[in-house]
């Protein structure tokens, strides 16, 4: 997995324009080896322009998300967390920058070995939760399959998206996109992929042999 992922970030890199390199990072466990890609690619701390025309486009996005119909509330109420996350970014690197301690290659090998190891974890998942249903065991272990195939393609080309957006946007976005666009959408996928297998067989299931 984690080879293929450095490829994945390699072509894409050089597709995408962006500097860098990768190369690959092996630890050794006592039953298995853990292999993840490490991008060389850095991003900029952001400048006054860049602070300020931030903190404008939240104003105009916290404004928005009050000016929302009735309808539309949820929408209304995750542009506002947003807004409130980026605010905190905004006065950070307003007064601190320099004190970020965090840089694009670190957050996105934390980020792809958090991945790695959620992905790891989906058979003991649906094990636990998807398994206990009279689905029948082909079933059961396509869509666990389908769950993981899906996440393995997501999640480098979810992450080269986060490293263009910091690279031409700086480092004021990386608490963003680590709150709302890192795991949650990952999560969100299984649940939605978990509840398509649930739901697709057209009539209630009670938990049964497996």
């Known amino acids: 997995m984690g080879r293929l992922w450095a490829a994945i970030f390699q072509v894409w890199l050089e597709w995408l324009g962006l500097p860098g390199a990768v190369t690959i990072a092996q630890s050794h466990g006592t039953y298995f080896e853990t292999v993840l890609p490490l991008v060389s690619t850095q991003a900029p701390l952001p400048d006054a322009a860049t602070v300020m025309?931030?903190?404008?486009?939240?104003?105009g996005t916290f404004y928005i998300s009050l000016r929302l119909p009735e309808r539309l509330v949820?929408?209304?109420?995750?542009l506002r967390a947003v807004c409130f996350i980026q605010?905190?970014?905004v006065i950070f690197f307003a007064f601190f920058p320099h004190y970020f301690p965090h840089t694009l290659p670190t957050y996105v090998s934390m980020m792809l070995g958090s991945t790695m190891a959620f992905i790891s974890a989906i058979p003991a998942?649906?094990?636990?939760?998807?398994?206990?249903?009279?689905?029948g065991l082909a079933r059961k272990v396509l869509?666990?399959?389908l769950i993981m195939s899906h996440l393995v393609v997501f999640a480098p080309l979810q992450y080269l998206l986060h490293v263009y957006v910091m690279v031409k946007g700086s480092l004021i976005f990386m608490p963003l996109l680590y709150t709302i666009f890192g795991l949650l959408p990952q999560v969100c996928c299984f649940i939605a992929f978990y509840s398509w297998g649930l739901s697709s067989s057209g009539h209630d299931e009670r938990p049964g042999r497996a």
């Open 53 to 59: 025309g931030v903190a404008v486009a939240m104003l």
């Open 74 to 78: 949820p929408l209304s109420y995750f």
């Open 87 to 89: 605010a905190t970014a």
């Open 125 to 135: 998942i649906m094990g636990f939760t998807f398994y206990i249903f009279d689905l």
């Open 143 to 145: 869509l666990t399959a």
